[in-house]
């Protein structure tokens, strides 16, 4: 079965801090796709990222980056100098090869305090 | 185009009503899919279409449920009898079918949030 994990329910730091989320996936598809959404107080999912199971490498983007393991099946996601802004829950997601629907983790609430 | 848009942004019914949603895709996205989500949890796979055709309902899907996407345009969920459980928010998404199908990211709609009194 697929499945994703994300342990942490909720984060609270302090502004500039730098705050890791954790996810952690199984799935016995050779092929598969792993992605972040933001989901902020409105509402609506944004998307952040997505990376493939053949590409290890690292990405940056701005103060965002993402640690993708695949030996250990993590997608940690890394906020740099964390703003208020940043506040919001995050959502890791693992896409089926066939249908590519999406299996979302229960979410890490990061509380960003001035 | 400026997105996914889902109407109405707010459902209140009473227990045993039937209640309909909208959802209008990006223009040209062979995909939607629908999704539920309650309170402090991740988005659950509902139900998906490529263009008219329904091809995949997830056992969350009672018969009370029923979803349809005439013409491979706007889609519609539909929920008989409603009950106190049903409370939620249903999220709409649209991907593009290019490539390999997981590879495309889903655009979410701003969902409708669905009480049952």
């Known amino acids: 079965a697929q499945k994703v994990t994300q342990a942490q329910t909720e984060i609270s730091v302090v502004e500039k801090e730098d705050v890791t989320l954790d996810c952690v996936y199984e799935?016995?598809?050779?092929?598969?796709?792993l992605f972040w959404y933001k989901q902020p107080p409105s509402g609506e999912l944004v998307f952040l990222i997505r990376r493939n199971s053949f590409d290890e490498q690292n990405e940056i983007s701005g103060r965002y980056s993402w640690n993708f393991q695949k030996s250990t099946s993590s997608f940690n996601f890394t906020i740099t100098a964390s703003q208020v802004v940043d506040s919001a829950v995050y959502f890791c997601?693992?896409?089926?090869?066939?249908?590519?629907?999406?299996?979302f983790g229960q979410g890490t609430t990061l509380q960003v305090k001035p | 185009d400026t997105g996914v848009s889902q109407n109405p942004r707010h459902k209140i019914t009473k227990r045993g009503q039937n209640v309909t949603f909208r959802c209008d895709p990006i223009?040209?996205?062979?995909?939607l899919y629908w999704y539920r989500q309650t309170l402090g949890q991740g988005p659950e796979f509902l139900t998906y279409?490529?263009?008219?055709?329904?091809?995949?309902k997830s056992r969350l899907l009672s018969d009370r449920f029923s979803a349809e996407r005439p013409k491979g345009s706007f889609s519609t969920l539909e929920i008989q009898r409603t009950e106190q459980g049903d409370s939620a928010m249903y999220l709409c998404?649209?991907?593009?079918?290019?490539?390999?199908?997981?590879?495309?990211?889903?655009?979410f709609g701003p969902g409708t949030r669905l009480t049952v009194l």
């Open positions: 279409f490529q263009n008219e055709a329904q091809l995949e």
């Open positions: 997601a693992l896409s089926e090869s066939n249908t590519g629907k999406l299996i």
């Open positions: 799935t016995r598809d050779t092929t598969y796709y």
């Open positions: 998404a649209s991907s593009p079918l290019t490539g390999y199908s997981s590879y495309n990211e889903q655009f």
């Open positions: 223009s040209e996205h062979n995909r």
